[in-house]
Protein backbone atom coordinates (compact mmCIF):
# COMPACT_ATOMS: atom_id res chain seq x y z
CA UNK A 1 0.00 0.00 0.00
CA UNK A 2 0.79 4.13 0.47
CA UNK A 3 3.53 4.51 2.42
CA UNK A 4 5.47 7.38 3.97
CA UNK A 5 9.24 6.51 4.75
CA UNK A 6 12.23 8.20 6.27
CA UNK A 7 15.64 7.82 5.00
CA UNK A 8 17.66 8.47 8.20
CA UNK A 9 16.39 6.40 11.46
CA UNK A 10 18.70 8.61 13.62
CA UNK A 11 20.53 11.61 12.71
CA UNK A 12 23.55 13.30 15.36
CA UNK A 13 24.64 17.18 14.51
CA UNK A 14 26.80 19.87 16.94
CA UNK A 15 24.75 22.43 18.60
CA UNK A 16 24.60 25.26 16.28
CA UNK A 17 25.04 23.25 13.07
CA UNK A 18 21.86 23.53 10.62
CA UNK A 19 19.98 19.54 10.40
CA UNK A 20 17.91 18.33 7.75
CA UNK A 21 16.05 15.79 7.69
CA UNK A 22 14.43 13.88 5.40
CA UNK A 23 11.29 12.06 4.12
CA UNK A 24 10.18 9.78 1.14
CA UNK A 25 6.55 9.49 0.19
CA UNK A 26 4.94 6.86 -2.00
CA UNK A 27 1.56 8.21 -2.64
CA UNK A 28 1.55 10.75 -5.66
CA UNK A 29 -1.82 12.08 -4.76
CA UNK A 30 -0.82 13.44 -1.46
CA UNK A 31 -1.33 16.77 -1.43
CA UNK A 32 -1.07 17.79 2.21
CA UNK A 33 2.61 17.33 4.19
CA UNK A 34 3.58 17.73 8.27
CA UNK A 35 6.22 17.65 10.06
CA UNK A 36 5.73 16.77 13.40
CA UNK A 37 8.19 16.78 16.55
CA UNK A 38 7.98 14.53 19.04
CA UNK A 39 9.47 14.50 22.68
CA UNK A 40 9.74 11.28 24.70
CA UNK A 41 6.77 11.00 26.59
CA UNK A 42 5.13 13.54 24.83
CA UNK A 43 2.67 13.59 21.95
CA UNK A 44 3.82 15.01 18.48
CA UNK A 45 3.46 18.59 18.42
CA UNK A 46 3.26 20.40 14.85
CA UNK A 47 6.05 22.22 13.32
CA UNK A 48 5.57 22.91 9.96
CA UNK A 49 3.32 22.17 7.13
CA UNK A 50 3.19 22.26 3.16
CA UNK A 51 0.22 21.72 0.47
CA UNK A 52 1.43 20.12 -2.90
CA UNK A 53 0.90 23.58 -4.72
CA UNK A 54 4.12 25.27 -2.84
CA UNK A 55 7.59 23.48 -3.44
CA UNK A 56 9.24 25.72 0.23
CA UNK A 57 7.89 27.01 3.05
CA UNK A 58 9.42 28.92 5.97
CA UNK A 59 9.07 28.68 9.66
CA UNK A 60 10.77 30.60 12.51
CA UNK A 61 14.28 28.45 12.18
CA UNK A 62 12.32 25.94 10.33
CA UNK A 63 12.38 25.31 6.55
CA UNK A 64 10.08 22.69 4.68
CA UNK A 65 11.09 21.68 0.96
CA UNK A 66 8.65 19.60 -1.00
CA UNK A 67 10.07 18.13 -4.75
CA UNK A 68 6.40 16.30 -5.72
CA UNK A 69 9.20 15.40 -8.92
CA UNK A 70 11.05 12.60 -6.87
CA UNK A 71 8.03 12.59 -4.23
CA UNK A 72 10.80 13.87 -1.34
CA UNK A 73 9.96 16.28 1.76
CA UNK A 74 12.90 17.83 3.95
CA UNK A 75 12.86 19.24 6.89
CA UNK A 76 15.49 22.00 7.59
CA UNK A 77 16.59 23.25 11.39
CA UNK A 78 19.06 26.25 11.30
CA UNK A 79 21.03 26.56 14.31
CA UNK A 80 20.00 23.21 15.92
CA UNK A 81 19.91 23.74 19.84
CA UNK A 82 19.96 21.13 22.22
CA UNK A 83 16.15 21.74 22.76
CA UNK A 84 15.52 20.30 19.17
CA UNK A 85 16.56 16.56 20.13
CA UNK A 86 13.65 14.89 19.32
CA UNK A 87 12.07 12.22 16.77
CA UNK A 88 10.88 13.91 13.37
CA UNK A 89 8.26 12.61 11.92
CA UNK A 90 6.98 13.27 8.62
CA UNK A 91 2.59 13.36 7.65
CA UNK A 92 0.77 12.58 4.45
CA UNK A 93 -2.29 13.51 3.76
CA UNK A 94 -4.43 12.73 0.80
CA UNK A 95 -7.83 15.05 0.11
CA UNK A 96 -8.13 17.49 3.38
CA UNK A 97 -9.47 15.86 6.28
CA UNK A 98 -7.70 14.44 9.05
CA UNK A 99 -6.54 10.96 7.95
CA UNK A 100 -2.56 11.35 7.91
CA UNK A 101 -0.54 8.64 7.31
CA UNK A 102 3.07 8.98 8.95
CA UNK A 103 6.49 8.32 8.19
CA UNK A 104 8.61 5.98 10.78
CA UNK A 105 10.26 8.79 12.29
CA UNK A 106 14.13 10.47 12.19
CA UNK A 107 15.64 10.44 16.59
CA UNK A 108 17.66 13.91 15.99
CA UNK A 109 20.60 14.21 18.68
CA UNK A 110 22.35 17.59 19.41
CA UNK A 111 25.46 17.12 20.61
CA UNK A 112 27.16 19.53 22.66
CA UNK B 1 -7.87 25.64 27.08
CA UNK B 2 -6.77 22.62 28.46
CA UNK B 3 -6.84 20.87 24.42
CA UNK B 4 -6.93 17.34 24.28
CA UNK B 5 -6.60 15.49 27.43
CA UNK B 6 -6.67 11.58 27.73
CA UNK B 7 -7.32 9.33 30.53
CA UNK B 8 -5.77 7.07 31.64
CA UNK B 9 -1.80 7.65 31.39
CA UNK B 10 -1.01 4.22 32.17
CA UNK B 11 -2.88 0.84 32.15
CA UNK B 12 -2.60 -3.02 32.07
CA UNK B 13 -4.63 -5.71 30.86
CA UNK B 14 -5.08 -8.75 31.24
CA UNK B 15 -5.91 -10.93 27.83
CA UNK B 16 -9.42 -10.79 27.10
CA UNK B 17 -10.30 -7.94 28.89
CA UNK B 18 -12.24 -4.49 27.64
CA UNK B 19 -11.78 -0.77 28.78
CA UNK B 20 -12.33 2.44 27.26
CA UNK B 21 -9.69 5.01 27.00
CA UNK B 22 -11.25 8.32 26.87
CA UNK B 23 -10.26 11.47 24.78
CA UNK B 24 -11.91 15.13 25.48
CA UNK B 25 -11.10 18.14 23.78
CA UNK B 26 -11.82 21.51 24.54
CA UNK B 27 -11.59 23.43 21.42
CA UNK B 28 -14.82 22.81 19.33
CA UNK B 29 -12.62 21.01 16.65
CA UNK B 30 -14.80 18.95 14.55
CA UNK B 31 -12.52 16.36 14.08
CA UNK B 32 -10.93 13.65 16.34
CA UNK B 33 -9.26 10.57 15.29
CA UNK B 34 -7.04 7.78 17.33
CA UNK B 35 -3.74 6.61 16.56
CA UNK B 36 -1.31 3.60 18.01
CA UNK B 37 2.31 4.07 18.47
CA UNK B 38 4.54 0.99 18.39
CA UNK B 39 7.80 0.92 18.99
CA UNK B 40 10.50 2.57 16.99
CA UNK B 41 7.90 3.43 14.47
CA UNK B 42 5.09 5.90 13.28
CA UNK B 43 1.34 6.53 14.42
CA UNK B 44 -0.98 4.49 12.93
CA UNK B 45 -4.74 5.71 11.98
CA UNK B 46 -7.32 3.56 14.14
CA UNK B 47 -10.74 5.46 13.86
CA UNK B 48 -11.67 8.87 13.11
CA UNK B 49 -14.66 11.22 13.08
CA UNK B 50 -15.32 14.01 11.03
CA UNK B 51 -18.20 15.58 13.32
CA UNK B 52 -20.01 14.22 15.81
CA UNK B 53 -22.51 10.70 15.24
CA UNK B 54 -20.06 10.28 12.37
CA UNK B 55 -16.73 7.75 12.72
CA UNK B 56 -14.54 5.87 10.32
CA UNK B 57 -12.20 2.96 10.27
CA UNK B 58 -8.28 4.20 9.52
CA UNK B 59 -5.67 1.46 8.78
CA UNK B 60 -5.87 -0.71 12.15
CA UNK B 61 -9.23 -0.47 13.03
CA UNK B 62 -9.74 -4.21 14.10
CA UNK B 63 -10.56 -4.87 17.65
CA UNK B 64 -11.27 -1.10 18.68
CA UNK B 65 -14.78 0.56 18.59
CA UNK B 66 -15.11 4.14 18.56
CA UNK B 67 -18.20 6.35 19.04
CA UNK B 68 -18.70 10.47 18.78
CA UNK B 69 -21.99 11.29 20.40
CA UNK B 70 -20.59 15.08 21.41
CA UNK B 71 -18.52 17.23 19.85
CA UNK B 72 -16.00 17.03 23.16
CA UNK B 73 -15.55 13.83 23.59
CA UNK B 74 -14.24 10.56 21.22
CA UNK B 75 -13.69 7.42 23.56
CA UNK B 76 -11.96 4.25 22.46
CA UNK B 77 -12.92 0.77 23.29
CA UNK B 78 -11.66 -2.13 23.40
CA UNK B 79 -13.42 -5.33 23.15
CA UNK B 80 -11.62 -7.85 23.84
CA UNK B 81 -8.00 -7.05 24.94
CA UNK B 82 -5.37 -8.96 23.20
CA UNK B 83 -0.89 -8.71 23.81
CA UNK B 84 -0.77 -7.14 20.51
CA UNK B 85 -2.46 -4.23 21.47
CA UNK B 86 -0.01 -3.21 23.68
CA UNK B 87 0.79 0.31 22.56
CA UNK B 88 1.01 4.18 22.96
CA UNK B 89 -2.44 5.36 22.07
CA UNK B 90 -2.82 9.12 20.97
CA UNK B 91 -6.20 11.11 20.63
CA UNK B 92 -5.61 14.15 18.08
CA UNK B 93 -7.96 16.74 17.00
CA UNK B 94 -8.46 19.51 14.29
CA UNK B 95 -10.58 21.85 12.80
CA UNK B 96 -9.12 21.51 9.34
CA UNK B 97 -5.52 20.18 8.53
CA UNK B 98 -3.27 20.64 11.78
CA UNK B 99 -4.12 18.40 14.52
CA UNK B 100 -3.19 18.65 17.66
CA UNK B 101 -2.08 15.65 19.94
CA UNK B 102 -2.97 14.55 23.54
CA UNK B 103 -0.40 13.22 25.57
CA UNK B 104 -1.09 9.69 24.99
CA UNK B 105 -2.17 6.59 27.08
CA UNK B 106 0.65 3.96 27.72
CA UNK B 107 -1.19 0.20 27.32
CA UNK B 108 0.40 -2.84 28.36
CA UNK B 109 -2.08 -6.47 27.97
CA UNK B 110 -0.26 -8.97 29.88
Known amino acids: GESVGLHLPTLSVQEGDNSIINCAYS??????FIWYKQESGKGPQFIID?????DKRQGQRVTVLLNKTVKHLSLQIAATQPGDSAVYFC???????????FGTGTQLKVEL | NAGVTQTPKFQVLKTGQSMTLQCAQDMNHEYMSWYRQDPGMGLRLIHY???????DQGEVPNGYNVSRSTTEDFPLRLLSAAPSQTSVYFC?????????FGPGTRLTVL
Open chain 2, 49 to 55: SVGAGIT
Open chain 2, 92 to 100: ASSRRDEQF
Open chain 1, 91 to 101: AENEGGGNKLT
Open chain 1, 27 to 32: NSASDY
Open chain 1, 50 to 54: IRSNM
